[in-house]
């Protein structure tokens, strides 16, 4: 199955595309909430995506309220080092960026899309 994972720090977008490959996603990874929306619009194989919240011009709350606006209910993750208080929009999940993110990632991406593949 195919995830597109949206960070704009290459290195943990990179690392936790890792565990998710080891654990059989296809992962596609956008460097900016406007390559994502390019990504998405292109790509109807996706699945779910994963942002980071802390993002320069659009925030990946921002993604998920635009995505929701134009009728994107596919699964949505994000990430975030600090917590998610006053939301207005909320994603499927939010996960913590700390050092047990990638093990905690790959559960969150499992439980969210198993209902998706018993279904193919």
Do not use: Q
Not at 18 to 26: A, P, Q, R, V
Not at 84 to 105: F, G, H, Q, S
């Amino acid at each position: 199955m195919r995830v597109l994972l949206v960070d704009d720090d290459l290195f943990a977008a990179e690392l936790a595309a890792l565990f998710l490959e080891m654990n059989g996603y296809d992962v596609l990874i956008a460097e900016s909430a406007l390559s994502a929306l390019a990504n998405l619009d292109s790509d109807r194989s996706i699945e779910l995506v994963i942002s980071d919240f802390h993002m320069p011009e659009i925030t990946g709350l921002d993604l998920l309220e635009m995505l929701r606006a134009n009728g994107w209910n596919k699964p949505f993750v994000l990430l975030s080092a600090s917590e998610m208080t006053d939301i207005t929009v909320i994603p499927d999940c939010w996960v913590k960026k700390d050092e047990n993110m990638a093990e905690r990632l790959v559960a969150v991406v499992n439980e969210l899309l198993m209902p998706v593949a018993a279904a193919e």
